[in-house]
């Protein structure tokens, strides 16, 4: 009973904590920009909005920005989450098994080939990303099917590596046969952009996070048992074939729909767990919730530098996350050794 | 020793050139020099008459051995490409370095090359007709109004992600000024700005000018209904958004004057009827 309402104490502290920080930065973000604009004008519904700069400012450029960013920023962490503890790998990541890679084949496949024209104008790049990942879900997921009982989560680690590096290898040769143009397209969109311009795409990628969230929600023991040992989780009653089948899937699900909004954003999914575990300790019930938070609140700071700090030229995100993210894990690391 | 000799000895006209920059590539050929490549790049497709001519790699990727076996006695490449220089120098073989810059370098390019390869003359004269037409253009639109203009060179098509405009520096920009219009990135001092849905609504372009250019790419103009989600934007409510189709634009080559011709069409259509 102490120990139970012990943890509803460590449990609320951290989520609030971490929740509020979230909210503050979410709140926040989008009234910052590179633009100065009043929102008692942005709310003014006198001005019809097509001639509302404010309005289309806050609501079109930086309110879906900040969205999205929070939105793929907690999908990553939750993905590295449950990737470092199902691999027993603290290098593991969202890219670990070639859900990323798989990804990123999906869109440079489409911007090569020019099949990306706009279909009842919407992109086919996303939808080809998702496709992308899907396929590396199941070549993944036959693996963990595949594997025997007692095979090392090692030999899982070591097909991924090699599938994503298989994939990866798709990739630049696609490039080299392609058009120089639609090989710099194709770049570009690999540094990743959360300027979505739109709700529809975050609204899509919403329903698969979801889903991928909510079976990971009913794992957080069986990832604390099976981070320490598959043994140890079998001896005290865990199905871990099937918790890894699900963790597997979701944590697939989740990198998938993240990479197809926002692109391949590094960093966030390897770093971020860590720095929350070393913040919360190891018990996954606190861990996911925080990381979830954390990822969402790191990402929207990161993106809000990348879209101010340079002027009008920018920044992609993805050179903000790691950035920032490196010394500051180091400063956390720095700080528990001594 | 003979060796030094040789290469401090004033250059001879070049007989066999190889040039794998398509901009070069089209300046040989307009000052009538297309007759002395043996070779060109992967990504050389004008004029026509290139793809009767072994292909060397490009940029990226350019191909050392096949290069060397055409025995060039001079071989354009792009001023980054060190490590082709450096195997080029080895194998004693003449290379001239080219870089992608403003306006005004083409046709000081097209000069220089024209005096290396040994057809001065013919450089000469056709920068002098590129320089006369691109002033031509320039006067005429130099009385109208400058409309604030974008200059998108890439999309994500159907909706407005990863785009990429001309900053203000490089030949796009010149090209845009040249043709009557003020790139709103023109304090940018980038060639090309990849540009937030913000900033396009704060610099409130009056025109703005899509350019398609990649083979194969079958998109329309329907495809500009994806600037509709910012109406604020003067150029999206006064209809003013277009989109032009054409490798010219992005081969800093003799065509930029056709290039610049049709930007300053689109921009002051009422000078052209």
Redesign the interface.
Same mark, same amino acid.
């Given at each position: 009973m102490a120990a139970s309402s012990d943890l509803r104490r460590r449990l609320l502290a951290t989520v609030g904590g971490f929740a509020a920080l979230t909210i503050a930065v979410c709140l926040t973000a989008p009234l910052i920009?590179?633009?100065p604009i009043h929102m008692s004008r942005v709310f003014d519904r006198t001005i019809p909005?097509? #001639?509302?700069?404010d309005a289309?400012?806050f609501f079109?450029?930086?309110l879906p920005r900040v969205l999205a960013a929070v939105l793929v920023g907690s999908a990553f962490a939750i993905a590295g989450v449950v990737f470092q503890a199902f691999l027993r790998n603290p290098l593991a990541s969202p890219d670990t098994l070639g859900v990323s890679s798989g990804a990123t084949l999906g869109a440079v496949v489409v911007i090569t080939?020019?099949i990306?024209?706009?279909?009842l104008?919407?992109?086919?790049?996303p939808v080809a990303t998702f496709a992308g990942s899907a396929g590396a879900l199941g070549i993944v997921y036959a693996m963990s099917i595949a594997r025997r009982r007692g095979t090392s989560s090692t030999v899982l680690l070591l097909a991924g590596v090699a599938l994503s590096a298989f994939l990866g290898a798709l990739n630049r040769f696609i490039q080299?046969i392609g058009?120089?143009? #639609?090989t710099?397209?194709s770049i570009?969109?690999m540094m990743g952009?959360l #300027?979505?311009?739109?709700y529809t795409?975050i609204v899509v990628a919403l329903v698969p996070i979801a889903a991928a969230c909510v079976a990971i929600g009913t794992l957080p023991r069986e990832l604390d048992l099976v981070s320490i040992g598959t043994e140890a989780a079998e001896s005290r009653g865990v199905d871990v074939r099937r918790a890894e089948r699900v963790a597997l899937v979701s944590a697939s699900l989740l990198t998938g729909s993240a990479v197809s909004l926002g692109g391949p954003i590094p960093f966030v999914g390897i770093i971020v767990p860590h720095i929350v575990r070393l913040i919360v300790g190891a018990d996954h019930r606190l861990v996911l919730p925080a990381a979830a938070l954390f990822g969402g609140a790191f990402l929207v700071i990161c993106d809000v530098i990348a879209?101010t700090a340079f002027?009008?030229?920018?920044?992609?995100v993805g050179a903000i996350t790691a950035f920032l993210g490196g010394p500051f894990f180091l400063w956390l690391l720095f700080r528990r050794m001594r | 020793m003979a060796l030094l000799a040789t290469a401090a000895a004033p250059r001879a006209a070049a007989s066999r050139i190889i040039s794998i920059i398509p901009a070069t590539t089209e300046m040989l050929f307009a000052m009538g020099a297309g007759d002395r490549l043996v070779g060109v790049g992967t990504y050389d497709r004008f004029p026509p008459e290139v793809d009767r001519l072994p292909r060397v790699g490009a940029l990226l990727d350019p191909n050392v051995e096949r290069i060397l076996a055409l025995r060039p006695d001079l071989v354009i490449l792009y001023g980054t490409q060190a490590d082709l220089r450096q195997q080029l120098e080895r194998a004693h073989v003449p290379y001239y370095p080219y870089v992608h810059r403003g306006l005004a370098d083409i046709t000081q390019t097209i000069r220089s090359l024209g005096a290396r390869v040994g057809v001065e003359a013919a450089g000469n004269a056709l920068a002098d007709r590129m320089e006369r037409q691109l002033s031509d253009i320039r006067s005429r639109t130099g009385s109208s109004a400058r409309p604030k203009t974008l200059l998108v060179f890439g999309r994500e098509p159907g909706t407005l992600r990863n785009i990429d405009a001309s900053g203000g520096v490089g030949f796009l920009h010149d090209m845009v000024e040249t043709a009557g219009g003020a790139n709103v990135l023109a304090d940018v001092k980038q060639q090309s700005v990849m540009l937030s849905t913000e900033v396009v609504l704060a610099r409130a372009p009056e025109v703005i000018i899509e350019l398609r250019y990649a083979r194969g790419d079958a998109t329309t103009t329907a495809d500009l209904r994806a600037w509709d989600a910012l109406p604020a934007i003067p150029a999206v409510k006064n209809h003013k958004v277009f989109m032009l189709q054409g490798e010219e634009f992005v081969v800093p080559g003799p065509r930029v004057v056709v290039a610049t011709e049709r930007l300053a069409k689109t921009l002051h259509p009422e000078l052209f009827k």
């Open positions: 920009g590179s633009t909005f097509a #001639d509302n700069v289309q400012v079109v450029a930086r080939f020019h990306d024209t706009a279909v104008g919407v992109s086919a790049v080299v058009d120089y143009t #639609d710099f397209r570009r969109w952009s #300027d979505v311009g739109s795409d879209r002027g009008a030229a920018g920044m992609p | -």
